[in-house]
């Protein structure tokens, strides 16, 4: 089925107040999803993958830092997914950026990763550059690049498989960024190397992919929209005394 753009954000926001988020965190997940999906990144896949992580997501468990200096900063997601948990760790890393010239922020055990692209497209256009790395599996093993130029709301991305499993590899769930905001970071992707190149999206093609959703729609597994569409009822629920302690997300579907 067809939907609009904003048919898609509203019904998902509906959906993440539903689940339990913050209203903040609703937003930013909802324009997330709606702005990958548009612009040909799989933003509808990516939710209907981990709809069921976020129904069984403690929600009263945010994400930890473990660590932060002028520089760096390490947050742990507990195994949960990218939306409603990575907004604390890249406004750390652009409000370093921003005092500093450059940061650093790691982004441990975290699903979902390539939402984190919707998530950075606004520090970049926040006059930010911004490079996201994370490696996917070991068999083979693949690598991920995404790089916003400073002001630009699309990213270059490639995934490559690297040729040679390195010796002292782990199993790796977490996500690296990397800001500055006095060059455009902007790493060379080599591509006449020999990577073995799985994936190649440059931002012309994205800014394309945009353009027609917006004037063709976009297209919503059936399914999915059902559900989302389950999920929002959860927060039409009346404002009594009495509703307001049944009211929000349970733990699983049935809740």
Same mark, same amino acid.
């Given at each position: 089925?067809?939907?609009?753009?904003?048919?898609?954000?509203?019904?998902?926001?509906?959906?993440?107040?539903?689940?339990?988020?913050?209203?903040?965190?609703?937003?930013?997940?909802?324009?997330?999803?709606?702005?990958?999906?548009?612009?040909?990144?799989?933003?509808?896949?990516?939710?209907?993958?981990?709809?069921?992580?976020?129904?069984?997501?403690?929600?009263?468990?945010?994400?930890?830092?473990?660590?932060?200096?002028?520089?760096?900063?390490?947050?742990?997601?507990?195994?949960?997914?990218?939306?409603? $948990?990575?907004?604390?760790? #890249?406004?750390?890393?652009?409000?370093?950026?921003?005092? @500093?010239?450059? !940061? &650093? *922020?790691?982004?441990?055990?975290? $699903?979902?990763?390539?939402? #984190?692209?919707?998530?950075?497209?606004?520090?970049?256009? @926040?006059?930010? !550059? &911004? *490079?996201?790395?994370?490696?996917?599996?070991?068999?083979?093993?693949?690598?991920?690049?995404?790089?916003?130029?400073?002001?630009?709301?699309?990213?270059?991305?490639?995934?490559?498989?690297?040729?040679?499993?390195?010796?002292?590899?782990?199993?790796?769930?977490?996500?690296?960024?990397?800001?500055?905001?006095?060059?455009?970071?902007?790493?060379?992707?080599?591509?006449?190397?020999?990577?073995?190149?799985?994936?190649?999206?440059?931002?012309?093609?994205?800014?394309?992919?945009?353009?027609?959703?917006?004037?063709?729609?976009?297209?919503?597994?059936?399914?999915?929209?059902?559900?989302?569409?389950?999920?929002?009822?959860?927060?039409?629920?009346?404002?009594?005394?009495?509703?307001?302690?049944?009211?929000?997300?349970?733990?699983?579907?049935?809740?």
């Amino acid at each position: 089925m067809k939907v609009s753009f904003n048919e898609l954000q509203e019904l998902s926001r509906k959906a993440f107040s539903g689940i339990g988020f913050d209203d903040g965190d609703a937003n930013d997940a909802a324009d997330v999803v709606a702005w990958m999906e548009a612009h040909g990144l799989g933003g509808i896949a990516a939710l209907k993958k981990g709809l069921d992580f976020l129904l069984t997501e403690d929600k009263t468990q945010p994400p930890e830092l473990v660590y932060q200096d002028a520089d760096l900063c390490v947050v742990d997601a507990h195994h949960k997914t990218v939306l409603g $948990h990575a907004s604390l760790a #890249i406004e750390m890393g652009y409000a370093k950026c921003r005092a @500093r010239g450059l !940061s &650093v *922020t790691k982004i441990r055990h975290c $699903h979902n990763r390539m939402l #984190i692209v919707g998530y950075l497209s606004r520090i970049a256009r @926040r006059d930010m !550059s &911004v *490079t996201a790395f994370w490696r996917n599996s070991h068999e083979p093993l693949t690598e991920i690049l995404v790089s916003f130029k400073s002001g630009d709301a699309e990213p270059e991305i490639c995934m490559y498989s690297l040729p040679a499993t390195p010796d002292d590899t782990e199993p790796n769930d977490g996500i690296t960024l990397v800001m500055v905001n006095h060059v455009n970071l902007l790493p060379d992707l080599k591509p006449d190397a020999p990577l073995n190149d799985l994936l190649r999206q440059d931002r012309h093609a994205m800014a394309s992919w945009h353009e027609r959703s917006l004037v063709e729609g976009i297209d919503v597994d059936t399914d999915l929209w059902g559900r989302l569409k389950i999920l929002a009822t959860r927060m039409l629920v009346a404002a009594s005394d009495d509703s307001r302690q049944g009211a929000g997300a349970g733990t699983n579907d049935n809740d």
